[in-house]
């Protein structure tokens, strides 16, 4: 499968607790994304990479919330302290270039905060 | 902040007839408009874009248009299907340092056969 991998698919966590999820972007994207989606609403913005630099973060995001793209190639995204309300999936999509603006989405990875 | 704004949040038109979708969009520095198909379950996928510097683009049943100084932008589906059955997001992206995407809301198509 050459598209947009995500791992893992679901994670049920206590609250508190910390969470990491990876992103395996289309091996030649250069720009990888973060969103987060909640049920009945469009995809998020979290944050945006080109290559390894994090250029963009949503104002939205806690500092709870961090990710990195140390290589320029798979991300990952770590929520600590996790809180009810992170409960949601967690959508990675990748692009090309800069003339090319279509993002591929992921799977997925569906967090469940009990 | 930026905001895209999306109606109807639910959509329902029998098979053969046309869909309509229209959104907003607030910042005046986005340049990109995509519109993506999301079944349930499954992820968003690209169905149509378009660009700042175009009004209108076609791709056989589906066609979008944008009126850059009203900042609107519609998605228009002809000779619908039941298969067209899917939530649909707008969105508009621009270059600000960075690539930030806002999605619209979504709206729910139903197409009855």
């Known amino acids: 499968d050459t598209g947009v991998s995500q791992d893992p698919r679901h994670k049920i966590t206590k609250r508190g607790q910390n969470v990491t999820f990876r992103c395996d972007p289309i091996s030649e994207h250069n720009r990888l994304y973060w969103y987060r989606q909640t049920l009945g609403q469009g995809p998020e913005f979290l944050t945006y990479?080109?290559?390894?630099?994090?250029?963009?973060k949503s104002r939205l995001l806690s500092d709870r919330f961090s990710a990195e793209r140390p290589k320029g190639s798979f991300s990952t995204l770590e929520i600590q302290r996790t809180e009810q309300g992170d409960s949601a999936m967690y959508l990675c999509?990748?692009?090309?270039?800069?003339?090319?603006?279509?993002?591929?989405f992921g799977p997925g990875t569906r967090l469940t905060v009990t | 902040g930026e905001n895209v704004e999306q109606h109807p949040s639910t959509l329902s038109v029998q098979e053969g007839d046309s869909a309509v979708i229209k959104c907003t969009y607030s910042?005046?520095?986005?340049?990109?408009f995509p519109w993506y198909k999301q079944e349930l379950g499954k992820r968003p996928q690209l169905i149509i874009d378009i660009r700042s510097n175009v009004g209108e683009k076609k791709d056989q049943r589906i066609a979008v248009t944008l009126n850059k100084t009203a900042k609107h932008f519609s998605l228009h589906i002809t000779e619908t299907q039941p298969e067209d059955s899917a939530v649909y997001f707008c969105?508009?992206?621009?270059?600000?340092?960075?690539?930030?995407?806002?999605f619209g809301a979504g709206t729910r198509l139903f197409v009855k056969a």
């Open positions: 910042d005046s520095a986005s340049n990109y």
């Open positions: 969105a508009a992206a621009g270059y600000t340092g960075g690539f930030k995407t806002i």
């Open positions: 990479f080109q290559n390894e630099a994090q250029l963009e």
């Open positions: 999509a990748s692009s090309f270039g800069t003339s090319d603006y279509e993002q591929y």
